[in-house]
């Protein structure tokens, strides 16, 4: 099978198209998926430079997103057969989805709602299992809340936006200015441009010092500590970003702060809600752009250039 191989941690040159061995069943509780479209998470960079190399062997496949079709399935299977149209998020550190073929425990899978093409699909899994965990497991938003969402136009926040609007939150996000329809169109409330103002500040004039009730974090660096300048009193915050170093969190003692760390891991059954959210039309996937999978390198350029003409806005998706 065609796969994208990386033999060396570094840059997006690491990331080499080869033919590989395609795998088979090795268990009975086994499903062989043909994919047909994965995407682009930061995960992927971060493992590609060698973040997590601890917990890898080189060679490693990356990718963390699937929509295909079952191929194959183990002898204990029961709920799956061949031509069911599936998506998922791969156990990380196995390999990932950047492949023709990939191979997972069946109790990895869910089920592809009908109306949505594999490119929308694909777009889903890693970040919609990541977005109910933050705002419906950790953060128990609720009707009436106040919710801030920086990057919305990231993959994380697209969805954040809409999940949060669902959920009956007031959703304040940060956007460049040329987005802000787009952002608006998603749900948002009030778009605040990052290259502009400190949101931060913003948030404390905007809800005249009372601060939001909720608060994402997908930037890091010193939100941690800077965060509960926007929180209000008894705020949660949820991160999604590793600590790279020391936080201060005496301003969060102060508001009585409470803080959830979030590293999805397989997230199958935080996906379910998103997949019902889908189905009702509440939800959509956002997608930046459509790459084949022999462009990853220029796909993951994309991805991580901070001076890109065109801004970011939703997933970029790879078809397979
Ligand atoms: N812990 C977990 O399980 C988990 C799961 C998923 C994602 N994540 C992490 O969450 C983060 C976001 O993921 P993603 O998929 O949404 O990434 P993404 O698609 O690359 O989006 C990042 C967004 O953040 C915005 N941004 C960058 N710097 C900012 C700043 N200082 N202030 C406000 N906004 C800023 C960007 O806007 P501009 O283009 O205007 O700069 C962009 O819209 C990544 O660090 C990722 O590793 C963690």
Do not use: I, P, V
């Given at each position: 099978m065609k796969a994208i191989v990386i033999n060396n941690y570094g840059g997006p040159e690491v990331l080499q198209l080869k033919e590989v061995a395609t795998p088979s069943l090795t268990a009975p509780t086994q499903v062989l998926v043909r994919v047909r479209a994965t995407s682009v998470n930061p995960l992927d960079y971060q493992v590609r430079r060698g973040d997590y190399a601890s917990l890898f062997e080189l060679p490693l496949i990356t990718g963390h997103d699937v929509a295909g079709d079952v191929i194959a399935v183990g002898e204990a299977v029961k709920n799956w057969r061949p031509g069911d149209k599936v998506y998922y998020s791969p156990r990380f550190?196995?390999?990932?989805?950047?492949?023709?073929?990939?191979?997972?425990?069946?109790?990895s899978l869910s089920k592809m709602p009908e109306h949505l093409s594999y490119e929308e699909a694909a777009a889903v899994p890693l970040i919609g299992g990541t977005v109910w965990e933050m705002l419906a497991v950790r953060a128990n938003l609720k009707k009436g809340d106040t919710i801030l969402i920086p990057g919305g136009a990231g993959g994380v926040g697209s969805l954040a936006i809409q999940v949060a609007k669902t959920l009956g939150a007031f959703v304040y996000t940060t956007g460049q200015n040329i987005l802000r329809e787009q952002l608006q169109h998603l749900g948002a409330d009030i778009v605040i441009d990052h290259h502009q103002k400190n949101y931060l500040e913003e948030i404390q004039a905007l809800t005249r010092g009372k601060g939001v009730d909720v608060m994402i974090d997908t930037v890091g660096g010193s939100t941690l500590s800077d965060s509960p300048l926007a929180l209000a009193d008894?705020?949660?915050l949820v991160t999604l970003v590793d600590i790279a170093r020391p936080q201060n969190l005496l301003r969060a003692w102060e508001k009585n702060a409470t803080y959830h760390f979030v590293f999805t891991r397989q997230s199958r059954e935080e996906l379910h809600p998103i997949t019902r959210l889908m189905e009702a039309g509440q939800v959509k996937p956002v997608i930046d752009s459509v790459y084949p999978l022999e462009d990853i390198k220029k796909a993951h350029q994309r991805m991580e250039d901070a001076k890109r003409d065109r801004p970011l806005f939703g997933k970029i998706v790879l078809s397979v």
């Open positions: 550190g196995g390999q990932g989805s950047y492949a023709e073929y990939h191979l997972t425990d069946e109790s008894y705020g949660r």
